[in-house]
């Protein structure tokens, strides 16, 4: 479980960690707010055939960004849940041809989407968060990832 006012250092440390993908992926925590969280990744350890960022990579590092997101909240609100993903899509607007960065949000209204999330769980023991990725290379909006996470006390 990630501890609240977790560090960038800290996080990645644990994402190598914990999630043996994001070591092999490179990924590197770039910002921890608690609106949004940062990630990057460099083009050549997830190449395609193309010479393009591999699809499943980038999907991947955008859920891995989610996942963080969702993880600092429920630790920085004092609350140890497991966080599992419920479900995703991902669509690509144009190739990844260099670094990858993904800034993971919350899906919809912030303060509605967390405190019906808070509510649910504290009620049922469990619930569901919608988060957003951005996918991002050389500052232009490369793809998006919308995942489901559901986290169980």
């Not at 041809?97 to 469990?126: I, Y």
Request: glycine share 6%; with cysteine; aromatic share 6%.
């Amino acid at each position: 479980m990630v501890q609240p006012q977790m560090t960038p250092q800290a996080l990645e440390a644990l994402l190598v960690e914990k999630i043996p993908v994001a070591k092999f992926m490179q990924v590197q925590v770039v910002d921890i707010q608690p609106d949004r969280l940062i990630l990057k990744a460099p083009l050549a350890p997830n190449l395609n055939v193309h010479n393009t960022m591999f699809g499943g990579s980038a999907t991947a590092i955008g859920l891995v960004a989610a996942w963080s997101l969702f993880s600092t909240r429920l630790a920085n609100a004092g609350i140890q849940a497991t966080v599992v993903a419920h479900k995703n899509s991902s669509v690509y607007l144009k190739p990844i041809n260099d670094e990858l960065v993904a800034e993971a949000m919350l899906a919809g209204p912030e303060s509605e989407s967390w405190q019906g999330f808070l509510d649910r769980f504290h009620e049922k023991g469990r619930a569901r968060l919608n988060l957003h990725t951005r996918l991002l290379c050389n500052s232009e909006l490369a793809g998006e990832v919308e995942a489901v996470f559901v986290a169980i006390r």
